[in-house]
């Protein structure tokens, strides 16, 4: 018997600890007294076993039953949705973290709109996004996905961000390496061709 789609979905989005770390690191900057966090298109839960205690209350978010059956073991309430209906309260989130989403949905801003209503005044949606450049690379090429819809510029992904009335802390470029030479590399790739996009936004308060 072959391998499920949920199990093949599973094994093709294992976090880069390096990238996960960072988000945790933006996060305690920009909002060091954040408890409740929501990471949308979960996984594995790599992002959620870094935690550690960071935040009171998090959750796994995704369509995989396996994904959230995970969750508890990374210290995590899992609940199985997609993305465009959030099954949590207006202004319940402090955070709401999507990595690798937005370029598979036909409708990007209905998630950014959730996302929106969600967290609380003053909280943040940090997300990530292939960039156009994404097109390029040999290796982790946007293409190679077949559940990919579109990529975003850096003006897009500023668009996206600002129509549902997020402001915009940054966006930044980056690529991520399987190795120390591959890590090199990505560093001086990030510069000329980064491969994908870390976008901060903030509600107002």
Sequence with gaps: MGPTMSNIYLEGIREHPEISREDIR????????????????????????????????????????????????????????????????????????????????????????????????????????????STLYPAGNFFDDYTHIRPLSRSGARRLIGDWGFELLFIHGYTAGRNKLERGAARLLAIILPHTWRILGRRAP
Aim: hydrophobic share 45%.
């Design 26 to 133: 933006i996060l305690r900057r920009y909002l060091p007294g954040a408890h409740r966090i929501v990471d949308i298109g979960c996984g594995q839960g790599g992002f959620l076993g870094l935690l550690e205690g960071e935040f009171g209350l998090a959750i796994g978010l995704d369509l995989s039953a396996e994904a959230v059956r995970m969750c508890p073991e990374r210290g995590a309430s899992g609940i199985r949705s997609d993305a465009l209906f959030l099954p949590l309260r207006t202004g319940s989130m402090d955070v709401v973290r999507a990595k690798k989403i937005i370029e598979h949905l036909p409708d990007p801003l209905s998630m950014v709109r959730e996302a929106y209503r969600v967290v609380r005044p003053g909280g943040l949606f940090l997300a990530h996004v292939p960039s156009q450049y």
